[in-house]
């Protein structure tokens, strides 16, 4: 079952924040976060594990809720190079077999 | 370091065709997994591949087919060609096999049109 992101697609000014929500209907073992613009490859932002751990990258941050099955991104004062397609995708404990979310669309404006 | 190359980076076949995606991971990577990706379904993966061993196969038909060499090349294989299999075909390369082990590094895809 593919886990639902929310929203679909935000706009933001720079410096503004945003939270992107992904939901799982079964249990998560790991929950990795990847960012994708327009043309390229996705591209790695973090992993979180099961455990409640909060991890950072830069102004970027992420939860993981085991027990909501849910985890979710916090871009801070964002900016212009934030702008992408956001996917979540969440792994069991065999393999790097990946359930991608729908992907939220994120556009940052002057 | 070089990154993850896939080749052919644009491909247009018809259908009933056949195809042959390739991927060289990063060096030193023995996993490889292949996603496809469209407009509609998103990323949904296809299979990994683990010391020339296949690992994990998602809910493809067995059109879909890979296999990996022992230098950790992979290719992937779609027969008999149908209109919908037109999609972005991502190859993503990583260090060891395991979601909680780490980072996929993502090739920038193939991209395969059927008509």
Redesign the interface.
Known sequence: Q?PVQSPQAVILREGEDAVINCSSSKAL??V?W?RQKHG?????LM?L?KGGEQKGHDKISASFNEKKQQSSLYLTASQLSYSGTY?C?T?????????????TRLMVKP | KAGVTQTPRYLIKTRGQQVTLSCSPISGHRSVSWYQQTPGQGLQFLFEYFSETQRNKGNFPGRFSGRQFSNSRSEMNVSTLELGDSALYLCASSLASGSATGELFFGEGSRLTVL
């Open positions: 593919q073992y790991s990795h990847y390229e490859a996705p591209v790695f992993i594990l996917f995708g792994g069991g404990n065999a393999g790097n077999m990946l359930t991608f979310g729908g992907g």
